[in-house]
């Protein structure tokens, strides 16, 4: 796993998908400030770095979840991954909408599901895991079975592993936010000093560089 972890994160930061910038720092659409910023859409763009993500989950789905019946996607980031995936391995596919729509069907999830599938959730980051957990929940309400989640990228807060713990929902990640750094480190994108720097964002972002 930690070879994956090393090799996926090493590709983000390839292709710019992650960005890292301690001294520059993004504003999230939540209004915190990041010294990271994350756009797993990018990977789209790129085949051998697509391909790889796709095959990456393959194995792990495969091997975790041998009975899965069908891949599911969280909009809008996950969805076309999710879609590579479940072609890949010939199953149905589904995605869940942040929130229903607003007219038709009013759909939440949009593709066939039948009560009591086994479904295994693709995301693309996750953060707080609030938005991931809301996705594996619109699942479960339907009556389907949520195996568990895989993602290309975890920030590895704190808060996200309490609120996956408490879901009792297994989340396996093809990176996160320690790997990265060290990564970024040895491919010269940071510096020694920025380490610390991203080290301090982790324990409280939504405070730090206030």
């Not at 292709?15 to 859409?41: E, H, L, M």
């Not at 393959?58 to 599911?72: F, H, L, M, R």
């Not at 609030?130 to 949520?146: E, P």
């Amino acid at each position: 796993m930690e070879s994956m972890q090393v090799e996926v994160a090493r590709l983000l930061l390839q292709i710019n998908a992650i960005k890292v910038q301690p001294s520059t720092p993004f504003t999230w659409a939540s209004g915190w400030k990041s010294p990271i910023y994350c756009d797993n859409r990018k990977i789209l763009s790129f085949p051998v770095a697509r391909t790889c993500i796709r095959d990456r989950f393959v194995e792990i789905v495969s091997g975790q979840y041998p009975d899965v019946e069908v891949i599911a996607g969280v909009a809008t980031g996950a969805v076309a991954h999710g879609a590579l995936v479940a072609e890949k391995m010939g199953l149905p596919f589904i995605y869940v909408r942040s929130e229903p729509k607003s007219h038709g069907l009013e759909n939440l999830i949009e593709g066939n599901l039948e009560t009591g599938q086994k479904v295994v959730i693709i995301e693309d980051l996750v953060s707080t895991g609030g938005s991931s957990l809301k996705a594996a929940a619109a699942i479960s309400n339907f009556g389907a079975k949520v195996l568990g989640m895989i993602a290309i990228f975890t920030y590895e807060f704190p808060q996200a592993q309490e609120n996956f713990s408490k879901a009792g929902l297994r989340l396996t990640t093809l990176s996160r936010y320690q790997v990265l750094i060290d990564q970024a480190l040895k491919m010269g994108k940071i510096t020694v000093e920025e380490v610390e720097k991203l080290m301090l964002w982790r324990e409280d972002p939504a405070n730090w560089g206030r």
